[in-house]
């Protein structure tokens, strides 16, 4: 029998993804870039609720541009293209997450000194796409009010690794009978801290809150204090 | 299955790893992997089988150490375990707090590996067949 020699090897398994998330952060910071990785299960409302934000920063003469991933079509491309702003579509053909290679390949020709604001819609998930550092600055996980107020418990890894929670479709919280004092403890429970926005594309309910909770995550990046999404560094209280 | 794409990434640094020692053969690479991580053990393993097929890493197995969730409790100064994912406060105080210092990894700890010997008896080249 031969005993085996062991290599240390002591290193993240996702090493390759977060150095380059890691470089792309400092990018961003250089120019001034706020970029926001916005993740949820599908239907919850991303797109919406982004194109409603996009709409605002392009009214406002904001420099604001998007990515979304999607398995398969561009629908959403378009969709979020409807608010004037430069959108581009990742197909990643069936893989469930975006990766920090996937986002820069389809940034590389923009530039970043012409922008304010990069959104990333990532595929609807919530779990795949928790492990993958896209270089953001600002993690938020969306929920509707049409999924269940314990969606937090039942995906604590996602929620933990957030700095912001977006409840969607609050204007159809009644019919769904949604209980809103439980799914805020639920946030509370796995993100002691969470900033939480109620919010509805349709009424407008949360916009002017979810735009000045951006300028002010804006306003607090210099390149000397990198922020990592989850971290308590961006806990806002 | 994310699993999949982290079996990729795995296996690329086991294979770098493996390269610079010489010839040799991996028996085992050794995972610390977090509470918080989202990796579904099985789904991993399945995965990592999958990979590997037809690579020199066929037939190596994974240990997986769980790693759980440690948060820093303010009011007790002090680390502390926590039994579950879903309610982030202090077993002992009841103080919430989002100050995690352990469970998120996603780590490789090491790989053991043999020497290949142009000697090797059939009996220890079936061994290696088995080992999974």
């Given at each position: 029998?031969?005993?085996?020699?062991?290599?240390?090897?002591?290193?993240?398994?996702?090493?390759?993804?977060?150095?380059?998330?890691?470089?792309?952060?400092?990018?961003?910071?250089?120019?001034?870039?706020?970029?926001?990785?916005?993740?949820?299960?599908?239907?919850?409302?991303?797109?919406?609720?982004?194109?409603?934000?996009?709409?605002?920063?392009?009214?406002?003469?904001?420099?604001?541009?998007?990515?979304?991933?999607?398995?398969?079509?561009?629908?959403?491309?378009?969709?979020?293209?409807?608010?004037?702003?430069?959108?581009?579509?990742?197909?990643?053909?069936?893989?469930?997450?975006?990766?920090?290679?996937?986002?820069?390949?389809?940034?590389?020709?923009?530039?970043?000194?012409?922008?304010?604001?990069?959104?990333?819609?990532?595929?609807?998930?919530?779990?795949?796409?928790?492990?993958?550092?896209?270089?953001?600055?600002?993690?938020?996980?969306?929920?509707?009010?049409?999924?269940?107020?314990?969606?937090?418990?039942?995906?604590?890894?996602?929620?933990?690794?957030?700095?912001?929670?977006?409840?969607?479709?609050?204007?159809?919280?009644?019919?769904?009978?949604?209980?809103?004092?439980?799914?805020?403890?639920?946030?509370?429970?796995?993100?002691?801290?969470?900033?939480?926005?109620?919010?509805?594309?349709?009424?407008?309910?949360?916009?002017?809150?979810?735009?000045?909770?951006?300028?002010?995550?804006?306003?607090?990046?210099?390149?000397?204090?990198?922020?990592?999404?989850?971290?308590?560094?961006?806990?806002?209280? | 299955?994310?699993?999949?794409?982290?079996?990729?990434?795995?296996?690329?640094?086991?294979?770098?790893?493996?390269?610079?020692?010489?010839?040799?053969?991996?028996?085992?690479?050794?995972?610390?992997?977090?509470?918080?991580?989202?990796?579904?053990?099985?789904?991993?393993?399945?995965?990592?089988?999958?990979?590997?097929?037809?690579?020199?890493?066929?037939?190596?197995?994974?240990?997986?150490?769980?790693?759980?969730?440690?948060?820093?409790?303010?009011?007790?100064?002090?680390?502390?375990?926590?039994?579950?994912?879903q309610i982030f406060r202090c077993p002992v105080c009841q103080t919430p707090s989002a100050d995690i210092r352990q469970g998120r990894e996603l780590d490789i700890e090491s790989i053991e590996?043999?020497?290949?010997?142009?000697?090797?008896?059939?009996?220890?080249?079936?061994?290696?067949?088995?080992?999974?």
């Open positions: 029998m031969i005993e085996p020699r062991i290599l240390e090897v002591r290193t993240k398994i996702l090493k390759k993804n977060d150095e380059l998330a890691r470089e792309m952060r400092t990018e961003f910071l250089e120019a001034g870039v706020l970029v926001v990785n916005l993740v949820s299960s599908p239907g919850t409302g991303k797109t919406t609720f982004l194109r409603e934000t996009l709409r605002h920063f392009v009214n406002h003469g904001i420099g604001v541009a998007a990515v979304v991933g999607d398995l398969e079509t561009d629908n959403d491309a378009r969709r979020l293209a409807e608010s004037g702003a430069p959108v581009r579509q990742i197909m990643t053909h069936g893989m469930c997450h975006l990766e920090a290679d996937m986002v820069r390949s389809h940034i590389e020709d923009w530039d970043l000194n012409t922008l304010e604001y990069l959104f990333i819609e990532n595929i609807g998930n919530l779990v795949c796409p928790t492990s993958w550092d896209l270089g953001e600055s600002v993690r938020a996980a969306l929920l509707s009010v049409t999924e269940g107020e314990d969606k937090p418990l039942k995906y604590p890894g996602l929620f933990n690794t957030s700095d912001v929670a977006i409840i969607t479709k609050c204007d159809l919280a009644d019919v769904c009978e949604f209980n809103r004092a439980e799914a805020l403890n639920n946030i509370q429970s796995v993100r002691p801290g969470m900033k939480v926005i109620e919010s509805s594309a349709k009424t407008g309910l949360g916009l002017t809150e979810w735009i000045n909770y951006l300028k002010t995550m804006r306003a607090q990046l210099t390149p000397a204090t990198p922020v990592t999404p989850g971290s308590p560094a961006t806990a806002l209280t | 299955m994310h699993e999949l794409s982290i079996a990729n990434n795995l296996v690329s640094i086991a294979l770098e790893h493996a390269e610079q020692s010489g010839d040799v053969r991996v028996k085992q690479i050794n995972l610390r992997i977090g509470a918080l991580s989202c990796v579904h053990r099985d789904a991993l393993m399945f995965s990592f089988d999958l990979v590997t097929a037809d690579t020199p890493l066929a037939g190596a197995k994974l240990h997986i150490t769980d790693v759980p969730i440690v948060i820093y409790c303010p009011k007790c100064a002090s680390l502390r375990d926590l039994p579950g994912v590996v043999v020497e290949q010997s142009p000697f090797m008896s059939p009996l220890v080249t079936s061994e290696k067949g088995t080992s999974l």
